[in-house]
């Protein structure tokens, strides 16, 4: 069962196609941060990516050493993700990065996993989902648990597929 169903009555079979790829990507980014954040306590940015045949895979980049300032580590992914684009190689992607919101969520959270989809289309969204991490003290005797708030999305302009549709 998705994580994520948009705010749009239709059931996902009767929705359009970037409406379709979108709730894809946004469900595989939202199950991998959820997993990271269970796990580690922690988010470093990444991406997935849907490829021709309609794969979703995580992006990874092949380099020796990450760097540990998440900002440089998003720069590099943004990167990656462009020139992969610039080959033809995929239609959409989600860009994650863990932010502090500026003012808190209807929920009280200040962190948030940031979100930029993006497809080939020109289809673009930039959606922030508000969390907190309960537990994961005491040597994780709690375990942590994460608790999502209400996503928050709007349509944007494309940055990563400008010279592609």
């Not at 990444?46 to 995580?58: E, H, I, L, S």
């Not at 540990?68 to 020139?83: N, T, Y």
């Not at 808190?104 to 969390?131: C, R």
Request: with cysteine; hydrophobic share 40%.
């Amino acid at each position: 069962m998705p994580l994520f169903r948009g705010p749009w009555p239709k059931p996902p079979e009767a929705q359009d196609p970037d409406t379709r790829r979108a709730t894809e990507l946004l469900n595989a980014a939202m199950s991998y941060a959820r997993l990271i954040l269970r796990r580690y306590g922690q988010l470093a940015p990444f991406a997935f990516a849907m490829d021709r045949d309609g794969n979703v895979v995580r992006e990874t980049i092949e380099i020796p050493r990450l760097p540990r300032d998440p900002e440089r580590l998003f720069k590099l992914m943004k990167e990656h993700v462009a020139e992969r684009i610039r080959r033809g190689l995929i239609l959409g992607v989600a860009l994650c990065a863990n932010v502090t919101l500026a003012e808190p969520s209807k929920e009280g959270y200040t962190d948030a996993i940031d979100l930029t989809l993006e497809q080939q289309s020109g289809y673009a969204l930039q959606v922030t989902v508000p969390y907190r991490i309960y537990g994961g003290q005491f040597h994780n005797l709690l375990p942590r648990r994460i608790a999502v708030g209400q996503l928050v999305s709007e349509e944007t302009a494309p940055h990563l597929f400008v010279h592609t549709h």
